[in-house]
């Protein structure tokens, strides 16, 4: 795929259960990392990657997501008489980070389903979609690195990243054909096995670069665990039909959909901001010394 990746799709659709009550209400999301909502991050990297448009698959009451990146006139104006600057700049930018085409899953049919909703909007083009739970700390960025190997490779690409072997029950993992140093040929993919059935430790993680082709066998993969229509399933069919490939990224990734994660997130966030670092690490000290 030599053709510039100019489309990220970010699915956006679930209920955010793991986060109950908080999100009740509110988009799992919109929950801050620091004061940053996860999904800023997340199209903050597809923007640094050269995506031009961004295509969010929401569901119904997450109206606030495409919210978020749109105009505030009320807020700015709030600011601007404020004399508060910064914070006008900082709010602005936002609006103006990006094209967001916002596209409802009217039913909850799966990660498969909800990349298919954006179908029309891709168009027949290659795409990336990013994961709204997987926060990706990498410079260059994730889906940057992930970027490159497409062009040098002329295939589609997902994320890797190795999991201990008792953790490939929460994963899907590849078996593939190494080509080049963190670059596999992939040759099978299998969701969530148990340790004794997992073809390898390389998990798949919330990044791809996949061709339009995917489209139309979405449309025909039929459900599969759990009564969803399953994106791994689909990328199975795929890589029979042409190359895929699997890039062992360089970077840490927080799984922000999980409770432990997300406040791994927050901390590693927070710890690298010089007037926080301090405070922050002097806190965490303390705890860890205090007697139980």
Not at 106 to 125: N, T
Not at 154 to 177: D, F, K, M, S
Not at 201 to 209: E, T
């Amino acid at each position: 795929m030599g053709v510039k990746i100019r489309k990220g799709v970010i699915p956006a659709a679930g209920l955010g259960t793991r986060f109950l009550p908080a999100t009740k209400s509110v988009p799992k999301e919109l929950l801050p990392i620091v004061d940053k909502p996860a999904i800023q991050y997340i199209v903050e990297e597809a923007v640094a990657s050269g995506i031009e448009q961004v295509i969010l698959i929401t569901a119904r009451g997450k109206g606030s997501l495409e919210d978020h990146f749109k105009v505030s006139v009320e807020l700015e104006e709030a600011l601007r008489k404020q004399k508060k600057d910064e914070l006008l700049r900082m709010v602005r930018e936002i609006s103006e980070m990006v094209h967001i085409v916002a596209i409802r899953q009217k039913e909850p049919k799966g990660l498969g389903h909800a990349v298919l909703c954006a179908r029309e909007a891709v168009g027949e083009e290659p795409f990336a979609v990013l994961l709204g739970d997987d926060i990706v700390d990498a410079e260059p960025p994730c889906l940057a690195q992930m970027l490159e190997v497409s062009r040098q490779k002329g295939g589609g690409v997902i994320a890797l990243q190795r999991v201990p072997e008792a953790e490939t029950h929460l994963y899907g993992i590849i078996r593939g054909e190494k080509v080049e140093e963190r670059v596999y040929r992939i040759e099978e993919m299998v969701e969530k096995p148990k340790p004794d059935q997992a073809p390898s430790n390389l998990a798949v993680i919330g990044r791809y670069v996949l061709p339009p082709e995917i489209f139309p066998i979405l449309e025909n993969t039929p459900p599969g665990r759990g009564g969803e229509i399953q994106l791994t399933d689909a990328l199975q069919e795929l890589a029979h039909r042409m190359p895929l490939y699997g890039y062992e990224f360089i970077g840490d990734r927080y799984d922000a959909g999980d409770k432990v994660g997300y406040l791994q997130a927050n901390i590693a966030f927070a710890l690298k901001r010089p007037h926080m670092a301090e405070r922050l690490g002097a806190f965490i000290a303390e705890i860890l010394h205090r007697p139980d």
